[in-house]
RNA sequence: GGCGGCAUAGCCAAGUGGUAAGGCAGAGGUCUGCAAAACCUCCAUCCUCCGGUUCAAAUCCGGAUGCCGCCUCCA
């Protein structure tokens, strides 16, 4: 396949450096917070390439980590009154939960910083054995930036660039404004351990070098994370274990677009924040992940609740013609008769071009639109009274609910059985509208006796008032049905 | 100040040289007691603007304007 690689900036055509073994590696969350809207886009995105990569039948290895010890894990821990470890325990299991319900898949290794000391130390100790690193009087380890020539390739800077923006905290002992934190001493009441260096603990650069060599031979095939992690993050993992082990450290660099609110970056300071449960309490998980899956992953993403109702309209019309699709299946009675060769070859068409948008740098955009021409397909063929009885039509509409079913495998949407998600959304919805069921039934039950007693005036005016509940009522073969306005 | 990205219909959005996917909204039609859903048809002579390269550009180059990100923790 093709994929963006920030080392180069450009589209570059993907095969493992081992056979088929893929090593994947992707920076995991700081576990002192609630998960929000954009750690939810780095982990759909990254899962979705985990799964295309094994679709494609590539054993892939995929580690990813979670960072446990770290200065907002301190600082969390002090206002909860918490230790840093009980933080970190709490807000990955809430990590958990909310990946769990996205349907991303767990990494093969989930390594903990704070399991991995012993091998960080040994990393340093070496970077300073070869003059690229060095330890200060208060037991600080830094990285001597300008002992790696490559410093600045990932993210296009040179070192000049890079020391308009430089300085130096107060308190700090660089020899180099440029130089980074390989070791941080301990300060008093911080968790701690002892290292050559004295008490201490890790830089947040070191745990993915140190992690991931860990794990998977150098070089990575893949590494990937946020946007904003190519600088100084993946910059600062590449100089210590480039200049650790002489090897290059990953072949393809991945990185995911923001999410944005209203064209501006959500951040906490500026007030315009979303964790993924303020999502989920209004919406279903799968809406979300279809939102997110809805433009391409290396483009920015503005969200806001209007946009996810909007995919949520997207999300049903899927389900409800596979339900459709499924439904007719469950018939007996099949004909001969022609079939219109058009459709077969439309459909042939959507076939190859959602596999050709996937191996084209992840375009689950444009993978969508021929899921959808699927669909359009399946509505054709089903709305043609003499046509949906035929044997073709059986045959291309199983066809159709196969490739489907293999497409959200993929994606991971569109993989519960249309009715059980429908109803789902329809509960969703109607909390969301604040619509009570009961007196909803009861006037449906108003406007039933009314339809038996052919008062369609009456009947009408029930609707009226169902409307006003932002209620919606559709009379179908089997009854009544009704869904949220 | 340095580095980088983006600009496509009412809205969202795909599309990196061959003549504008898809979704939402909207209009007309089929169906329906009337509706809704579903389906069919329509809905950008044109891709922020100005130049250039080319037989051919939304796509490449130069410039302008606007928006955003990184350079400090950050997915």
């Not at 600082?75 to 939960?97: H, P």
């Not at 031979?217 to 100089?239: C, K, T, V």
């Not at 951040?267 to 997110?292: H, M, V, W």
């Not at 009675?333 to 079939?339: R, V």
Request: net charge negative.
């Amino acid at each position: 396949m093709r994929l963006y690689n920030t080392l180069g900036r450009a589209k570059q055509e993907f095969t493992p450096l081992r056979g088929n073994d893929v090593s994947l590696y992707v920076c995991g969350i700081t576990a002192y917070d609630l998960c929000h809207i954009g750690h939810a886009r780095s982990s759909v995105v990254f899962d979705v390439l985990v799964r295309y990569l094994r679709f494609k039948g590539y054993n892939v290895t995929f580690v990813r980590n979670f960072t446990d010890v770290d200065d907002k894990i301190i600082k969390r821990a002090a206002e909860l009154g918490l230790t840093s470890q009980e933080v970190a325990e709490k807000y990955i299991a809430e990590f958990y939960v909310d990946m769990d319900a996205l349907g991303v898949l767990r990494a093969d290794v989930e390594p903990k910083c704070t399991e991995h000391i012993a091998e960080m130390i040994t990393l340093t100790q070496g970077l300073i054995k070869d003059g690229h690193a060095y330890a200060t009087l208060s037991g600080d380890v830094y990285f001597k930036v300008r002992s790696f020539e490559g410093y600045g390739k990932l993210s296009g800077r040179n070192i000049e660039d890079l020391m308009s923006g430089a300085r130096v905290e107060p308190g700090e002992e660089k020899l180099d404004p440029l130089d980074f934190a390989l070791w941080k001493a301990a300060k008093p009441g911080e968790p701690y351990w002892p290292s050559p260096w004295g008490n201490g603990r890790p830089g947040w650069h070191l745990e993915c070098s140190a992690m991931s060599e860990k794990y998977m031979p150098l070089p990575l095939d893949i590494h990937g994370g946020g946007q904003d992690l190519a600088f100084p993050h993946h910059e600062n993992e590449i100089a210590q274990s480039e200049a650790a082990t002489g090897k290059e450290f990953a072949r393809f660099w991945v990185h995911n677009g923001f999410v944005q609110i209203n064209s501006e970056k959500m951040s906490k300071s500026l007030g315009n924040f979303f964790t993924i449960r303020d999502i989920l309490a209004k919406f279903l998980p799968e809406t979300l992940r279809y939102f997110l899956l809805s433009m391409h992953y290396r483009s920015p993403l503005d969200f806001s609740f209007d946009a996810l109702e909007e995919s949520e309209k997207g999300v049903r019309r899927i389900y409800t013609a596979l339900l459709q699709v499924e439904e007719a299946l469950a018939g007996t009675k099949w004909s001969k008769g022609a079939f219109p060769q058009e459709i077969l070859d439309e459909l042939s068409g959507y076939e190859k071009g959602f596999a050709e948008a996937l191996e084209d740098d992840l375009n689950t955009a444009a993978a969508l639109g021929h899921l959808f021409g699927v669909v359009r397909l399946a509505g054709r063929i089903l709305e043609d009274k003499a046509l949906r009885k035929t044997e073709a039509a059986r045959d291309t509409l199983a066809r159709i609910q196969a490739a489907v079913a293999a497409w959200s495998k993929v994606l991971g949407v569109y993989g519960l059985a249309p009715a059980v998600f429908l109803a789902d959304l329809k509960t969703c919805r109607a909390a969301r509208a604040g619509i009570d069921a009961a007196q909803v039934d009861a006037l449906l039950e108003k406007r039933l006796e009314a339809r038996k007693a052919k008062d369609f005036a009456a009947s009408d005016a029930i609707r009226d008032e169902l409307a006003a509940l932002r209620v919606e009522v559709k009379d179908t073969p089997l009854g009544q049905v009704w869904d949220v306005l």
